[in-house]
Protein backbone atom coordinates (compact mmCIF):
# COMPACT_ATOMS: atom_id res chain seq x y z
CA UNK A 1 0.00 0.00 0.00
CA UNK A 2 1.21 3.46 -0.53
CA UNK A 3 1.18 6.69 1.57
CA UNK A 4 0.67 9.73 0.19
CA UNK A 5 3.73 11.50 3.24
CA UNK A 6 5.73 14.06 4.23
CA UNK A 7 8.03 14.78 7.28
CA UNK A 8 6.86 17.26 8.61
CA UNK A 9 2.95 16.89 8.94
CA UNK A 10 1.84 16.11 12.44
CA UNK A 11 -1.29 13.99 10.27
CA UNK A 12 0.95 11.89 8.79
CA UNK A 13 3.00 11.23 11.36
CA UNK A 14 -0.22 9.68 13.46
CA UNK A 15 -0.27 7.43 10.72
CA UNK A 16 3.16 6.35 11.05
CA UNK A 17 3.28 6.44 14.88
CA UNK A 18 -0.28 3.41 14.39
CA UNK A 19 1.86 1.84 11.86
CA UNK A 20 4.79 1.30 13.78
CA UNK A 21 3.16 0.57 17.03
CA UNK A 22 0.84 -2.38 15.05
CA UNK A 23 4.24 -3.50 13.40
CA UNK A 24 3.22 -2.58 10.12
CA UNK A 25 5.65 0.42 9.07
CA UNK A 26 7.46 -1.86 6.42
CA UNK A 27 4.25 -2.48 4.21
CA UNK A 28 4.02 0.97 3.64
CA UNK A 29 5.20 2.40 0.55
CA UNK A 30 5.59 6.24 1.68
CA UNK A 31 5.58 8.20 -1.03
CA UNK A 32 6.94 12.28 -0.62
CA UNK A 33 4.17 14.19 -1.59
CA UNK A 34 3.92 18.58 -1.14
CA UNK A 35 0.98 20.18 -0.23
CA UNK A 36 0.25 23.63 0.75
CA UNK A 37 -2.60 25.55 1.14
CA UNK A 38 -2.10 27.85 -1.35
CA UNK A 39 -1.34 25.29 -3.91
CA UNK A 40 -3.30 22.05 -4.75
CA UNK A 41 -1.05 18.69 -5.54
CA UNK A 42 -2.21 17.61 -8.64
CA UNK A 43 -1.25 13.84 -8.36
CA UNK A 44 -2.41 13.96 -4.53
CA UNK A 45 -6.19 15.52 -6.21
CA UNK A 46 -6.40 12.47 -7.89
CA UNK A 47 -6.54 9.99 -4.93
CA UNK A 48 -8.06 12.77 -2.59
CA UNK A 49 -9.96 15.73 -4.18
CA UNK A 50 -9.03 17.62 -0.96
CA UNK A 51 -5.47 17.71 -1.50
CA UNK A 52 -4.93 16.34 2.11
CA UNK A 53 -2.08 14.13 3.27
CA UNK A 54 -1.92 11.74 4.68
CA UNK A 55 -3.94 9.14 2.06
CA UNK A 56 -3.13 5.97 1.88
CA UNK A 57 -4.01 4.01 -1.34
CA UNK A 58 -4.11 0.49 -1.38
CA UNK A 59 -2.91 -2.47 -4.24
CA UNK A 60 -6.33 -2.58 -5.88
CA UNK A 61 -6.60 1.32 -5.92
CA UNK A 62 -9.06 1.80 -3.07
CA UNK A 63 -7.78 5.27 -1.69
CA UNK A 64 -8.73 5.60 2.03
CA UNK A 65 -8.12 8.88 4.43
CA UNK A 66 -8.56 11.37 6.69
CA UNK A 67 -5.68 10.32 9.41
CA UNK A 68 -8.20 8.90 11.53
CA UNK A 69 -10.10 6.49 9.02
CA UNK A 70 -5.98 5.64 8.13
CA UNK A 71 -5.24 4.56 11.54
CA UNK A 72 -8.18 2.62 12.30
CA UNK A 73 -7.73 0.63 9.47
CA UNK A 74 -4.25 -0.16 10.30
CA UNK A 75 -5.57 -1.12 13.81
CA UNK A 76 -8.07 -3.21 11.39
CA UNK A 77 -5.08 -4.99 9.40
CA UNK A 78 -3.21 -5.96 12.88
CA UNK A 79 -6.46 -7.76 14.37
CA UNK A 80 -8.25 -4.99 15.44
CA UNK A 81 -8.72 -3.35 18.89
CA UNK A 82 -4.79 -2.49 19.90
CA UNK A 83 -4.89 1.67 19.37
CA UNK A 84 -8.58 1.32 18.74
CA UNK A 85 -10.34 0.10 22.21
CA UNK A 86 -13.17 -2.21 21.61
CA UNK A 87 -15.14 -2.11 24.65
CA UNK A 88 -17.16 1.15 24.01
CA UNK A 89 -16.93 3.08 27.40
CA UNK A 90 -13.27 3.01 26.58
CA UNK A 91 -13.34 3.32 22.34
CA UNK A 92 -15.19 6.53 22.59
CA UNK A 93 -13.40 8.01 25.33
CA UNK A 94 -10.09 7.30 23.00
CA UNK A 95 -12.42 8.93 20.10
CA UNK A 96 -12.89 11.69 21.96
CA UNK A 97 -9.52 12.42 23.25
CA UNK A 98 -8.51 12.09 19.59
CA UNK A 99 -10.93 14.51 18.41
CA UNK A 100 -9.43 17.38 21.08
CA UNK A 101 -5.39 16.63 19.88
CA UNK A 102 -6.73 16.61 16.48
CA UNK A 103 -8.93 19.79 17.05
CA UNK A 104 -5.84 21.26 18.12
CA UNK A 105 -3.85 20.12 15.71
CA UNK A 106 -6.59 21.92 13.20
CA UNK A 107 -6.42 24.83 15.22
CA UNK A 108 -2.38 25.10 15.41
CA UNK A 109 -2.01 25.40 11.69
CA UNK A 110 -4.93 27.86 11.32
CA UNK A 111 -2.83 29.95 13.87
CA UNK A 112 0.28 29.50 11.81
CA UNK A 113 -1.08 30.88 9.12
CA UNK A 114 -2.57 33.37 10.46
CA UNK A 115 0.46 34.58 12.77
CA UNK A 116 3.00 34.29 9.46
CA UNK A 117 0.92 36.78 7.21
CA UNK A 118 2.25 40.14 7.05
CA UNK A 119 0.86 42.40 10.22
CA UNK A 120 -1.59 44.00 8.70
CA UNK A 121 -3.81 41.39 7.05
CA UNK A 122 -3.61 39.35 10.55
CA UNK A 123 -7.10 39.25 12.46
CA UNK A 124 -6.10 40.01 16.21
CA UNK A 125 -9.54 38.56 17.17
CA UNK A 126 -8.59 35.22 15.91
CA UNK A 127 -5.22 34.66 17.73
CA UNK A 128 -6.73 35.71 20.70
CA UNK A 129 -8.84 32.97 20.43
CA UNK A 130 -6.89 30.48 19.90
CA UNK A 131 -4.43 31.50 23.10
CA UNK A 132 -7.50 31.23 25.00
CA UNK A 133 -8.18 27.38 23.24
CA UNK A 134 -4.75 25.94 23.52
CA UNK A 135 -4.78 27.22 27.77
CA UNK A 136 -8.20 25.32 28.22
CA UNK A 137 -7.21 22.19 26.24
CA UNK A 138 -3.74 22.07 28.54
CA UNK A 139 -5.71 22.23 31.20
CA UNK A 140 -7.84 19.46 30.11
CA UNK A 141 -4.65 17.41 28.77
CA UNK A 142 -3.06 17.84 32.40
CA UNK A 143 -6.02 16.79 34.16
CA UNK A 144 -5.91 13.17 32.69
CA UNK A 145 -2.27 13.02 32.11
CA UNK A 146 -1.53 11.01 35.59
CA UNK A 147 -4.42 8.77 34.53
CA UNK A 148 -3.11 7.93 31.14
CA UNK A 149 0.88 7.02 32.15
CA UNK A 150 -1.03 4.09 33.50
CA UNK A 151 -3.36 3.25 30.82
CA UNK A 152 -2.98 1.36 27.82
CA UNK A 153 -1.79 3.58 24.74
CA UNK A 154 -4.02 4.62 22.56
CA UNK A 155 -5.45 6.56 19.09
CA UNK A 156 -5.81 9.07 21.78
CA UNK A 157 -2.40 9.12 22.97
CA UNK A 158 -1.21 9.37 19.26
CA UNK A 159 -3.09 12.59 18.77
CA UNK A 160 -2.24 13.76 21.77
CA UNK A 161 1.81 12.93 21.25
CA UNK A 162 2.00 14.28 18.01
CA UNK A 163 -0.27 17.54 18.44
CA UNK A 164 2.17 18.77 22.21
CA UNK A 165 5.44 17.71 19.34
CA UNK A 166 4.08 19.99 16.79
CA UNK A 167 3.28 23.07 19.11
CA UNK A 168 6.88 22.33 19.99
CA UNK A 169 8.09 22.29 16.53
CA UNK A 170 5.82 25.55 15.74
CA UNK A 171 5.30 27.38 18.33
CA UNK A 172 8.63 27.16 20.44
CA UNK A 173 7.74 29.97 22.95
CA UNK A 174 4.75 28.36 24.11
CA UNK A 175 6.19 27.06 27.40
CA UNK A 176 3.40 24.31 27.73
CA UNK A 177 5.37 22.76 30.47
CA UNK A 178 5.02 25.00 32.73
CA UNK A 179 2.15 24.20 35.18
CA UNK A 180 1.82 21.57 33.39
CA UNK A 181 3.87 18.46 34.98
CA UNK A 182 1.99 15.60 34.49
CA UNK A 183 1.48 16.47 30.89
CA UNK A 184 4.76 17.24 31.17
CA UNK A 185 5.97 14.18 32.03
CA UNK A 186 3.60 12.01 30.34
CA UNK A 187 5.17 13.84 26.74
CA UNK A 188 8.43 12.64 27.92
CA UNK A 189 7.43 8.82 28.06
CA UNK A 190 5.27 9.34 24.50
CA UNK A 191 8.80 10.83 23.08
CA UNK A 192 11.07 8.05 24.33
CA UNK A 193 8.35 5.45 22.46
CA UNK A 194 10.21 3.79 19.52
CA UNK A 195 7.41 4.55 17.60
CA UNK A 196 7.38 8.24 18.78
CA UNK A 197 11.32 8.19 17.90
CA UNK A 198 11.57 6.66 14.54
CA UNK A 199 8.99 9.32 13.65
CA UNK A 200 10.31 12.66 15.59
CA UNK A 201 9.32 15.82 12.91
CA UNK A 202 13.14 17.44 12.65
CA UNK A 203 13.82 20.56 10.77
CA UNK A 204 15.70 19.20 7.48
CA UNK B 1 -28.25 13.40 27.59
CA UNK B 2 -27.53 17.07 26.50
CA UNK B 3 -26.05 18.20 22.77
CA UNK B 4 -24.63 21.73 22.65
CA UNK B 5 -26.73 22.42 19.79
CA UNK B 6 -26.71 25.66 16.75
CA UNK B 7 -29.40 25.05 14.32
CA UNK B 8 -27.20 26.42 11.63
CA UNK B 9 -23.98 24.27 11.86
CA UNK B 10 -23.56 21.45 9.60
CA UNK B 11 -21.73 19.73 11.84
CA UNK B 12 -24.64 19.94 14.75
CA UNK B 13 -26.57 18.63 11.68
CA UNK B 14 -24.52 15.81 10.77
CA UNK B 15 -25.42 14.50 14.36
CA UNK B 16 -29.74 15.48 14.43
CA UNK B 17 -29.61 13.45 11.07
CA UNK B 18 -28.20 10.29 12.83
CA UNK B 19 -30.58 10.87 16.06
CA UNK B 20 -33.55 10.75 13.62
CA UNK B 21 -31.97 8.28 11.50
CA UNK B 22 -31.54 6.12 14.66
CA UNK B 23 -35.02 7.22 16.27
CA UNK B 24 -32.85 8.84 19.60
CA UNK B 25 -33.92 12.47 18.40
CA UNK B 26 -36.64 12.17 21.52
CA UNK B 27 -33.43 11.36 23.92
CA UNK B 28 -31.28 14.25 22.85
CA UNK B 29 -32.13 17.50 25.80
CA UNK B 30 -30.75 20.54 22.73
CA UNK B 31 -29.11 23.40 23.94
CA UNK B 32 -28.66 26.14 21.96
CA UNK B 33 -25.00 27.07 22.12
CA UNK B 34 -23.23 30.38 20.03
CA UNK B 35 -19.65 29.63 18.83
CA UNK B 36 -17.77 32.11 16.58
CA UNK B 37 -14.15 32.28 15.81
CA UNK B 38 -13.69 35.26 17.15
CA UNK B 39 -14.97 34.38 20.67
CA UNK B 40 -14.50 31.58 22.33
CA UNK B 41 -18.39 30.42 24.64
CA UNK B 42 -17.19 30.12 28.39
CA UNK B 43 -19.60 27.38 28.98
CA UNK B 44 -19.07 25.47 25.89
CA UNK B 45 -14.75 25.63 27.11
CA UNK B 46 -15.85 23.82 30.34
CA UNK B 47 -17.54 20.65 28.22
CA UNK B 48 -14.79 21.21 25.15
CA UNK B 49 -11.80 22.91 25.21
CA UNK B 50 -12.00 23.50 21.92
CA UNK B 51 -15.03 25.65 21.83
CA UNK B 52 -16.59 23.63 19.23
CA UNK B 53 -20.13 22.36 18.46
CA UNK B 54 -21.59 19.62 18.57
CA UNK B 55 -20.50 18.82 22.09
CA UNK B 56 -22.50 15.79 23.57
CA UNK B 57 -22.63 15.43 27.48
CA UNK B 58 -23.91 12.28 29.12
CA UNK B 59 -25.43 12.50 32.10
CA UNK B 60 -22.84 11.15 34.40
CA UNK B 61 -21.14 14.26 33.33
CA UNK B 62 -19.14 12.15 30.41
CA UNK B 63 -18.15 14.59 27.29
CA UNK B 64 -18.28 12.72 23.48
CA UNK B 65 -17.11 15.22 20.42
CA UNK B 66 -16.54 15.59 17.62
CA UNK B 67 -19.47 15.11 15.31
CA UNK B 68 -18.18 11.84 13.83
CA UNK B 69 -17.48 10.66 17.26
CA UNK B 70 -21.12 11.12 18.80
CA UNK B 71 -22.83 10.21 15.49
CA UNK B 72 -21.14 6.48 15.90
CA UNK B 73 -21.85 6.66 19.73
CA UNK B 74 -25.59 7.47 18.78
CA UNK B 75 -25.35 4.08 16.58
CA UNK B 76 -23.60 2.22 18.76
CA UNK B 77 -26.62 3.10 21.63
CA UNK B 78 -28.99 2.22 18.50
CA UNK B 79 -27.58 -1.32 18.56
CA UNK B 80 -24.48 -0.67 16.28
CA UNK B 81 -23.95 -1.61 12.69
CA UNK B 82 -26.76 0.88 11.12
CA UNK B 83 -24.96 4.00 9.78
CA UNK B 84 -21.96 2.75 10.65
CA UNK B 85 -21.38 -0.70 8.63
CA UNK B 86 -19.93 -3.59 10.31
CA UNK B 87 -18.04 -4.88 7.66
CA UNK B 88 -14.42 -3.74 7.80
CA UNK B 89 -14.69 -2.76 3.69
CA UNK B 90 -18.21 -1.17 3.91
CA UNK B 91 -17.31 0.60 6.80
CA UNK B 92 -13.54 2.04 5.88
CA UNK B 93 -15.22 2.85 2.32
CA UNK B 94 -18.07 4.78 4.67
CA UNK B 95 -15.44 6.31 6.94
CA UNK B 96 -13.24 7.65 3.59
CA UNK B 97 -16.55 9.13 2.14
CA UNK B 98 -17.55 10.89 5.62
CA UNK B 99 -13.88 12.24 5.54
CA UNK B 100 -14.69 13.88 1.91
CA UNK B 101 -17.88 15.23 2.70
CA UNK B 102 -17.04 16.37 5.93
CA UNK B 103 -12.97 18.11 4.97
CA UNK B 104 -15.63 20.17 2.39
CA UNK B 105 -17.15 21.55 5.10
CA UNK B 106 -14.44 22.41 7.04
CA UNK B 107 -13.11 23.70 3.79
CA UNK B 108 -16.25 25.94 2.68
CA UNK B 109 -15.88 27.14 6.64
CA UNK B 110 -12.54 28.58 6.00
CA UNK B 111 -13.68 29.70 2.27
CA UNK B 112 -16.25 31.56 4.03
CA UNK B 113 -14.30 33.32 6.66
CA UNK B 114 -11.64 34.70 4.10
CA UNK B 115 -14.41 35.53 1.73
CA UNK B 116 -16.29 37.80 3.73
CA UNK B 117 -13.25 39.45 5.07
CA UNK B 118 -12.22 43.23 3.46
CA UNK B 119 -10.71 42.46 0.44
CA UNK B 120 -7.27 43.81 1.13
CA UNK B 121 -7.54 40.94 3.74
CA UNK B 122 -8.03 38.05 1.81
CA UNK B 123 -5.55 35.92 0.53
CA UNK B 124 -6.17 35.49 -3.37
CA UNK B 125 -4.07 31.76 -3.79
CA UNK B 126 -6.58 30.37 -0.97
CA UNK B 127 -9.53 31.48 -2.78
CA UNK B 128 -8.25 29.84 -5.88
CA UNK B 129 -6.61 26.95 -4.31
CA UNK B 130 -10.52 26.46 -2.72
CA UNK B 131 -12.42 26.19 -6.38
CA UNK B 132 -9.99 23.49 -7.24
CA UNK B 133 -10.59 21.80 -4.35
CA UNK B 134 -14.42 21.95 -4.69
CA UNK B 135 -14.26 21.00 -8.43
CA UNK B 136 -12.45 17.88 -7.77
CA UNK B 137 -14.42 16.58 -5.07
CA UNK B 138 -17.81 17.26 -6.90
CA UNK B 139 -16.43 15.30 -10.06
CA UNK B 140 -15.25 12.37 -7.76
CA UNK B 141 -18.82 12.55 -5.53
CA UNK B 142 -20.56 12.59 -8.94
CA UNK B 143 -18.80 9.48 -10.40
CA UNK B 144 -20.28 7.55 -6.91
CA UNK B 145 -23.74 8.98 -6.74
CA UNK B 146 -25.64 6.73 -9.00
CA UNK B 147 -23.82 3.64 -6.80
CA UNK B 148 -24.62 5.72 -3.53
CA UNK B 149 -28.78 6.17 -4.57
CA UNK B 150 -28.82 1.95 -4.60
CA UNK B 151 -26.60 1.55 -1.29
CA UNK B 152 -27.53 1.57 2.23
CA UNK B 153 -27.97 4.86 3.89
CA UNK B 154 -24.62 5.14 5.71
CA UNK B 155 -22.28 7.90 7.68
CA UNK B 156 -20.58 8.90 4.61
CA UNK B 157 -23.85 9.80 3.13
CA UNK B 158 -25.07 11.83 6.15
CA UNK B 159 -21.90 13.78 5.34
CA UNK B 160 -22.72 14.39 1.39
CA UNK B 161 -25.93 15.56 2.35
CA UNK B 162 -24.81 18.05 4.93
CA UNK B 163 -22.00 19.25 2.82
CA UNK B 164 -24.01 19.91 -0.40
CA UNK B 165 -26.64 21.60 1.58
CA UNK B 166 -24.30 23.70 3.14
CA UNK B 167 -23.05 25.02 0.00
CA UNK B 168 -26.55 25.75 -1.06
CA UNK B 169 -27.11 27.76 2.19
CA UNK B 170 -23.38 29.77 2.45
CA UNK B 171 -22.27 29.49 -1.13
CA UNK B 172 -25.73 29.74 -3.42
CA UNK B 173 -24.01 30.91 -6.34
CA UNK B 174 -21.68 28.14 -7.34
CA UNK B 175 -24.43 26.58 -9.38
CA UNK B 176 -22.96 22.55 -8.23
CA UNK B 177 -25.58 20.84 -9.59
CA UNK B 178 -24.29 21.84 -13.32
CA UNK B 179 -22.91 18.76 -15.00
CA UNK B 180 -23.40 16.70 -11.77
CA UNK B 181 -27.21 15.67 -13.01
CA UNK B 182 -26.41 12.23 -10.84
CA UNK B 183 -25.14 13.65 -7.22
CA UNK B 184 -28.00 16.40 -8.16
CA UNK B 185 -30.47 13.34 -8.05
CA UNK B 186 -28.73 11.64 -5.13
CA UNK B 187 -29.43 15.00 -3.18
CA UNK B 188 -32.66 15.32 -4.09
CA UNK B 189 -33.58 12.17 -2.87
CA UNK B 190 -31.09 13.05 0.43
CA UNK B 191 -33.34 16.59 1.39
CA UNK B 192 -36.39 14.42 0.99
CA UNK B 193 -35.97 12.07 4.15
CA UNK B 194 -37.64 12.60 7.40
CA UNK B 195 -34.42 12.86 8.85
CA UNK B 196 -33.14 15.90 6.57
CA UNK B 197 -36.28 17.99 6.29
CA UNK B 198 -36.89 17.59 10.19
CA UNK B 199 -33.15 19.40 10.60
CA UNK B 200 -33.37 21.24 7.65
CA UNK B 201 -31.00 24.75 7.87
CA UNK B 202 -32.80 27.45 7.57
CA UNK B 203 -32.39 31.28 7.50
CA UNK B 204 -34.36 32.39 10.52
Chains 1, 2 share one sequence.
Not at 43 to 69: E, H, M, Q, R, Y
Not at 77 to 87: N, Q
Not at 139 to 168: M, N, P, W
Request: include cysteine.
Amino acid sequence: MKLHWSPRSPFVRKVMICAHELDLAGRIDKVRTMVRMTEPNAALLADNPLSKIPTLVLDDGTTIFDSLTICEYLDHLAGGGKLFPRDPKSRFLALTRHALANGLLDMLILWRNERDKPPGRQTQAWLDSFAIKLRATLARLEGEAALRRKAQFDIGDVATGCALAYLDFRFPDTGWREGHDELAAWHAEFAARPSARATEIVDA
